[in-house]
């Protein structure tokens, strides 16, 4: 059957990554070619996905420098053996400061070329009598919003970059411009998550008009972190489309131009806007 050329078939990869580098780019190469086998022409993979390591520090020691390594290379490798466009979720890349990393989501086409970078702005800080997190102590902020285009069967099609902890900030996506989805790759934790995770993805897509997808760590990992999961898919309405409560995995679904479309133009928000 062919495919309506309107639409772009996409999915979602959910983990649960471990201390093992080897062992995660492995399950993500299983899954993606799943998704593909699927007819996915786009997959996401979640933040952290080549390392939850048992300390934060773990992920300095196999950071890479942009453009180069042995994570970049099996990534574009991936993209060019399943003939897919790879939002590969976040992987840690040279700082400045040689004690932190930049969290980066690095996008590849189907050919294998990297057409797209973004790194994470907004770091997460969190603390309980039980949970601590402090992602400026290994992680340096970037400095720019990131987005993408991509031209299949001769319609362009528009993306967000955000990763996991900048779903709070709806000014980012406010900048970010007019898209047709936003897709963000997400370690979201099971305490925030159960109360914010949904609420937020259903806002971004209601006040923006568009789709969102987000792939997220789902479950508990041998550090003893666990994550909330519920990867979804989001239409420009805010219903929930297709979701993974938790566990390894990937879901399914389709971008519409045509529902977006019919979303703008009975509720035209987006040129309403005074600010």
Request: contains cysteine.
């Given at each position: 059957m062919p495919r309506n050329s309107s639409e772009l078939s996409i999915a979602s990869i959910q983990m649960v990554s471990t201390p093992s580098l080897n062992e995660n780019l492995e399950v993500a190469a299983r899954l993606i070619k799943a998704a593909a086998d699927s007819e996915a022409q786009l997959a996401v993979l979640p933040e952290y996905f080549c390392l939850m390591g048992l300390k934060d520090t773990d992920k300095v020691k196999i950071r890479e420098a942009a453009g180069s390594g042995p994570i970049q290379e099996r990534l574009a490798e991936m993209a060019k053996e399943n003939s897919i466009y790879l939002v590969a979720?976040?992987?840690?890349?040279?700082?400045?400061?040689?004690?932190?990393?930049?969290?980066?989501?690095?996008?590849?086409?189907?050919?294998?070329?990297?057409?797209?970078?973004?790194?994470?702005?907004?770091?997460?800080?969190?603390?309980?009598?039980?949970?601590?997190?402090?992602?400026?102590?290994?992680?340096?902020?970037?400095?720019?919003?990131?987005?993408?285009?991509?031209?299949?069967?001769?319609?362009?099609?528009?993306?967000?970059?955000?990763?996991?902890?900048d779903l709070r900030f709806p000014e980012l996506y406010r900048a970010l411009g007019q898209v047709d989805c936003h897709i963000i790759p997400a370690a979201f934790t099971y305490t925030t998550g159960k109360d914010h995770w949904e609420i937020l993805l259903r806002a971004r897509a209601i006040e923006n008009q568009c789709y969102v997808l987000s792939s997220a760590q789902g479950g508990l990992h041998l550090n003893q972190r666990r994550t909330w999961g519920e990867s979804m898919l989001i239409d420009p309405w805010g219903d929930v489309l297709s979701n993974l409560p938790e566990g390894e995995g990937f879901i399914q679904g389709k971008l519409s131009k045509n529902k977006l479309k019919e979303v703008r133009s009975k509720l035209p928000a987006l040129k309403h806007r005074k600010l």
């Open positions: 979720g976040s992987i840690p890349l040279e700082a400045k400061e040689s004690n932190k990393v930049l969290n980066t989501s690095l996008v590849f086409d189907p050919t294998g070329k990297q057409i797209a970078r973004y790194d994470k702005m907004h770091l997460f800080g969190f603390q309980t009598e039980d949970e601590r997190y402090e992602e400026s102590e290994t992680i340096a902020a970037g400095s720019q919003p990131g987005k993408f285009a991509i031209s299949v069967n001769e319609v362009d099609w528009y993306f967000g970059l955000s990763i996991c902890y």
